[in-house]
Nanobody
Framework: QVQVEESGGGWVQPGGSLTLSCTASGTEASIYAMVWYRQAPGKQREEVASRTIGDTATYEYFAQGRFTISSISRDNFKNTVTLQMNNLKPEDTAVYYC??????????WGQGTQVTVSP
């Protein structure tokens, strides 16, 4: 059974930084991408950044220049990706979710981690 776990959320003042981590495990299937999403109160979930196993990274416009998604690291069948977030703004406040996309094992969501940016 695939498990996806996020960590690293918390409260930070505007201009501060946080690093989120996501670990996906529980299957021998190969992973092909890990994607960060976020959902603010009253808004739809939106993509933030993604990284493929081929090491291609993509960023939404609001994340470019401020957020950095790491390469996917693999340890046996545990896959990990981080999201370094700098110069955080109040509008970055949201629950951040990780989605792990596997070949032949579907896509799986974590439970999310709360990020709050306020004075």
């Amino acid at each position: 059974q695939v498990q996806v776990e996020e960590s690293g959320g918390g409260w930070v003042q505007p201009g501060g930084s946080l690093t989120l981590s996501c670990t996906a495990s529980g299957t021998e299937a190969s992973i092909y991408a890990m994607v960060w999403y976020r959902q603010a109160p009253g808004k739809q979930r939106e993509e933030v950044a993604s990284r493929t196993i081929g090491d291609t990274a993509t960023y939404e416009y609001f994340a470019q220049g401020r957020f950095t998604i790491s390469s996917i690291s693999r340890d046996n069948f545990k896959n990990t990706v981080t999201l370094q977030m700098n110069n955080l703004k109040p509008e970055d406040t949201a629950v951040y979710y990780c989605n792990a996309a596997y070949n032949r094992a579907g896509r799986h969501w974590g439970q999310g981690t709360q990020v709050t940016v306020s004075p």
